[in-house]
């Protein structure tokens, strides 16, 4: 008996054994003494072959979640937009304001060259020391 054993297994390890080969050795490992480590290596095997294979599902979410998740991702997406626009907008309105300003200056400066020029005019009656010299009026006392 020992011997068939050590055959069978030998055949085993070489990965020649069939089926039916297979099923007697764990029959005669089983009845026989000795072979330990062989003994506990098969039964190892088929207690991971009785192994059912236990579902694996995942746990359903609560589609009642799910859809308010979706609005809620919806509405932050929403605010951000609309964020987004405002400081748009209101860095667009800083600078037309600028630009406003700007012109606003622009015809200022305009404006004081030409009364500089008209003051350059009357620098030319720099000689003349009073107002009736200039318009040669007397007034009579």
């Known amino acids: ?6 055959i069978l297994l030998d055949k085993y ?24 480590s062989e003994k506990a290596f098969f039964l190892g095997v088929e207690e991971i072959a009785a192994l059912e294979e236990a579902p694996f599902s995942l746990q359903k979410k609560n589609p009642w979640i799910a859809n308010w998740m979706s609005i809620a991702a919806g509405i932050v997406l929403f605010l951000v937009s609309g964020l987004a626009i405002y400081q748009y907008e209101k860095e667009k309105a800083e600078r037309a304001a600028y630009q406003e300003v700007m012109q606003a200056f622009a015809l200022i400066n305009t404006q004081l060259e030409k009364g ?24 009579e006392n």
């Open 13 to 36: 390890w070489e990965g020649e054994t069939s089926l039916e080969e297979e099923k007697m050795l764990r029959q005669l490992l089983a009845t026989s003494e000795g072979f330990e």
């Open 116 to 139: 500089t020029k008209s003051m350059q005019v009357m620098g030319e009656f720099k000689h003349l020391n009073t107002t009736q010299e200039l318009f040669e009026t007397k007034e």
């Open 1 to 6: 008996m020992k011997e068939q054993i050590e």
